[in-house]
Each structure stands twice: as C-alpha cells, then as structure tokens.
C-alpha cells in the first residue's frame, strides 16, 4: 500500500482566505483524488487529478473555488480558496492502488474556517 | 443510480458483544467493488476489505467478517467479541465503471460505540 502525507494536518483560517492543502505519495501514482468530509457526514468527491492534465470536478464543485495542482506523479495540491465556515471540513486526498477500484487515503487536514 | 445505503447512524454494544454492520448497495454494474473502511476518532481512514462482483465468498479476517449477498446485494459486516479499540466509524463503499471508474461512492457510515 501506499504511504500518503498531508499538510497542514490542520489548520484555524479566517473567512475570506484561502488554504492549500498539500498531498505526498511515497511511490508514483496514475490517479489521485480529493474529497471532502464535511462534519459528521460521509466522503464526497470533490476532483480526480491525473498529471499532466486538468482535474475533473465532481458535479457542485468548481475550479474556481478548489484548484488542483498535479506537477507530478507524487504530488498534488487543494487549495481552498475565498473560504467560508461552510467550507469547514477534512479534506482527505487519496491515491489508487495497486489493485483495481482500490485506494488509499492521506490522514486528512481538519480545516475550521471562523 | 449509483448508491450505497448504510441503515445504522449509530450502533452501542458492551465490549464482547458481536455486532453486524449492515450496506445495501445499488449498481447498473455487472462488475463492480465494495470495500469497508474504518475511520477512529484520529480522523484516519483505514481500508478493510476489497470484494468483487464475482466473488462471493464469504471472509474471515480474525474477529472480522464479511457477508456478501448479490441476491439482496447486501455487503455486511460483523465483529466478533467487539473490543473498545473498535470504537470508530465504518464506511461502505462501492465502485464501478457507472462511478466514473475509480471514482467510490461512500454511504453515510455506522458510528459503533464499544463500551468496556
């Protein structure tokens, strides 16, 4: 399996700001993915990146509000901008393993917006 | 449509009790994954089990196990004698080709309360 960093592993931001979430892989990755786990509620997908081109964003999710970076097969990056107290979450980035439909997740970044 | 329906919002057993877990499922898939996470309250989430379409095979991982019906395309999950360390919230998951592929869908998760 796969060993996934995040950072910050949380983070206090005030309204108005924007955040980037920083995602490592330990070996190179074909599909990486970010979602969102707003408090007490399951995952939603917010992008799947892929290196080299555009992420794809899940439908009520826009670029504008969540660019992604993918420079490289072993790093990506959120960046949660214009932020409000909605936009309070873990944001789990994940990576596709070695077996088919299998994935792994990063620990997560706690983010509180006030 | 896809979906993954998780009936239980929260579950409270004494420690050694067994405990099932109950995931229905939706799929147009012919081939499709259901998978089980744990997430405890570190906020980590930690693959269980992987499962395909084509296997039906019921699994046995120490206290765990898994029920795999297709005919009632039902994916539960059952801890024997459950322990405090259980304590978490399990997620169901299901992915496909009508996913996007490798895209997973999550049901709502089980919180499980293990008293000592």
């Known amino acids: 399996s796969a060993v996934i960093s995040q950072k910050p592993s949380r983070d206090i931001c005030q309204r108005g700001t924007s955040l980037t979430i920083q995602c490592q892989v330990d070996?190179?990755?074909?599909?990486m993915f970010w979602y969102r786990q707003q408090p007490g509620q399951s995952l939603t997908l917010i992008a799947t990146?892929?290196?080299?081109?555009?992420?794809?964003?899940e439908s009520g999710f826009v670029i504008d509000k969540f660019p992604i970076s993918r420079p490289n097969l072993t790093f990506s990056t959120l960046t949660v901008s214009n932020m409000s107290p909605e936009d309070s979450s873990i944001y789990l980035c994940?990576?596709?393993?070695?077996?088919?439909?299998?994935?792994?997740f990063g620990p997560g970044t706690r983010l509180t917006v006030t | 449509a896809q979906k993954v329906t998780q009936a239980q919002t929260e579950i409270s057993v004494v420690e050694k009790e067994d405990v099932t877990l109950d995931c229905v499922y939706e799929?147009?898939?012919?081939?499709?994954?259901l998978f089980w996470y744990k997430q405890p309250p570190s906020g980590e989430l930690v693959f269980l089990i992987r499962?395909?379409?084509?296997?039906?095979q019921n699994e046995i991982s120490g206290r765990y196990s898994w029920n795999f019906q297709k005919s009632t395309s039902s994916f539960n999950f059952t801890i024997t004698a459950s322990q405090v360390v259980d304590s978490a919230v399990y997620f169901c998951?299901?992915?496909?080709?009508?996913?996007?592929?490798?895209?997973?869908?999550f049901g709502a998760g089980t919180r499980l309360f293990v008293k000592a």
């Open positions: 994940s990576v596709s393993g070695t077996g088919p439909y299998e994935q792994y």
């Open positions: 070996s190179q990755v074909t599909m």
């Open positions: 990146a892929n290196q080299g081109s555009e992420a794809t964003y």
């Open positions: 799929t147009r898939d012919t081939t499709y994954y």
């Open positions: 499962r395909n379409s084509f296997d039906e």
């Open positions: 998951a299901l992915s496909g080709l009508n996913t996007g592929g490798f895209k997973t869908i």
